[in-house]
């Protein structure tokens, strides 16, 4: 996985005392490696590596007394531009309704997205309107309705009929019941195909969006980067949405598009449900992916739902970390409400790349719930004190097996030594980066 690999670089880059042109030289031919087996586009690593090599061998560096350190601030910060620099939003239009239209291939996760971006809206007190514009499968009209009763966002449909006009039609309906978003759900096809594009160019033509937004399937790498670059062309969109990043992406996709399109990735989705939706920081991408973690987000996710002072405390933990099995009760509470767990443990620093093999059942929940519950609060405080006799009276109260216990002991006990790992490591050693 490119993270583990960039991390494992990083960490022998870091080691050396004094770098020479050859160490440097080494360690760039291992990020570029990495970088093509992410699927990162051949021409943008090539780019991508000939910069930071400018940078990396300038005297500055080499007579700092961190080098290593400095190189990692430097293939941080290229990132960081290739990923666009500065977080982009979303137009909003002097007059309501604002008109943003979803575009992409099927299967993509435009309708997901369409729902998602509703409910990411009206948590900001918009009014959003979902509109059933993919007419070809009544399918995918019924499933935008489900979608929107269960956010309580109304959809506009007319069945299947001309989707020119559904849109057109829909930009009243919002003027008369004051709804000041229109999200614009359209028909994609299995692969790019001239009836799909001159459809939307007609649409795009008619009701004029204030922004078009690609939708892509971030796990599938370059073909989400060559079909965007198409649609690009025909369309000329003004953002990009890439789904599924929760998954295997490899983050081939987020690295290249914006080099090969021009246009921002504006949002992400990172999971199946209503809530998994993130908007873009390249700043906070780029960390990620170098294996930094992404302390902000996973605290401004715990201010959604957490009160301020426990999101403050959770943040001092972390990057402490010196939390017991009482915040980790706690943070399971609190997470559930946050979505998917995956999603969440793959923002605290050091966890994205271990996780890959870990496969977290959301299920198991329950079950580290019912054994923490069990303990009394001084087992959760100090949970050296839990010997063979203290398990078994934990596993029967919370009617799991003894084994069961254990394994979360274990996994705490390594959570817990991954986080300090990272504090010295990262947060320490980073000292130029953008947290510490
Ligand atoms: P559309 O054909 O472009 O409208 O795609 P859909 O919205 O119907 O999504 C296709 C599939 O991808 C569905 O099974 C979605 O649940 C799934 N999906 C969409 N977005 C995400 C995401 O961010 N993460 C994951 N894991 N699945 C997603
Ligand atoms: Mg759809």
Redesign the pocket.
């Known amino acids: 996985e490119l993270t583990s690999k960039l991390e494992s670089t990083f960490r022998r880059l870091r080691g050396y005392g004094k770098l020479t042109e050859k160490n440097i030289a080494d360690s760039l031919k291992e990020i570029r490696r990495a970088l093509l087996e992410a699927d990162v586009n051949y021409k943008v690593v090539k780019d991508f590596v000939a910069s930071v090599q400018k940078k990396a061998v300038g005297e500055e560096v080499l007579r700092s007394v961190t080098p290593g350190q400095m190189i990692v601030k430097i293939v941080h910060d290229e990132m960081v531009r290739l990923l666009g620099g500065t977080t982009a939003t979303l137009k909003t239009a002097g007059i309501p309704p604002t008109i943003i239209m979803l575009v992409?291939l099927?299967?993509?996760?435009?309708?997901?997205?369409a729902a998602k971006l509703a409910k990411y809206l009206q948590k900001k007190n918009r009014k959003p309107l979902l509109v059933a514009a993919d007419v070809y499968r009544p399918a995918a009209i019924q499933?935008l309705k489900i979608l929107g009763r269960s956010i309580n966002v109304p959809v506009y449909e007319e069945g299947i009929g001309d989707p020119v006009k559904i849109a057109f039609n829909a930009i009243s309906y919002a003027r008369q019941h004051m709804l000041d978003t229109i999200i614009l759900d359209t028909a994609?096809r299995l692969h790019i195909d001239e009836q799909m594009m001159e459809e939307l160019v007609k649409i795009k033509k008619r009701i004029r969006p204030h922004e078009i937004l690609f939708?892509a399937d971030g796990m599938t790498g370059q073909d989400a980067v060559n079909t965007a670059s198409q649609f690009a062309e025909r369309l000329n969109f003004d953002g990009v949405v890439l789904?599924?990043?929760?998954?295997d992406a490899r983050g081939g996709a987020a690295l290249s598009i914006k080099a090969i399109t021009g246009k921002p990735i504006k949002f992400m989705?990172?999971?199946?449900k209503l809530e998994?939706i993130e908007q873009f920081h390249p700043d906070r991408m780029a960390s990620r992916i170098l294996g930094m973690g992404d302390v902000v987000t996973l605290v401004e996710k715990a201010q959604e739902t957490i009160d301020q002072e426990k999101a403050a405390k959770l943040e001092q933990k972390l990057r402490k970390a010196e939390f017991d099995l009482e915040d980790f009760l706690d943070q399971l509470q609190q997470i559930k409400k946050m979505g998917s767990l995956e999603s969440i443990l793959r923002m605290i620093p050091g966890v994205g790349s271990q996780l890959k093999n870990a496969q977290v059942d959301e299920k198991n929940l329950v079950r580290v719930e019912a054994i923490i519950n069990s303990m009394t609060k001084e087992e959760r405080r100090n949970p050296k004190i839990l010997n063979g006799s203290r398990r078994k009276r934990i596993a029967m109260g919370s009617g799991t097996r003894v084994q069961d216990v254990n394994q979360l002991m274990r996994q705490f006990e390594q959570m817990k030594k991954m986080m300090k790992q990272m504090k010295n490591k990262s947060f320490r050693g980073f000292g130029g980066m953008p947290f510490g």
């Not at 099927?106 to 997205?113: M, N, V, Y």
């Not at 789904?243 to 998954?247: I, R, S």
């Not at 989705?269 to 199946?272: M, N």
């Open positions: 992409g099927q299967g993509s996760g435009k309708t997901t997205f499933q994609g939708v789904t599924k990043m929760d998954g989705g990172v999971g199946e998994d």
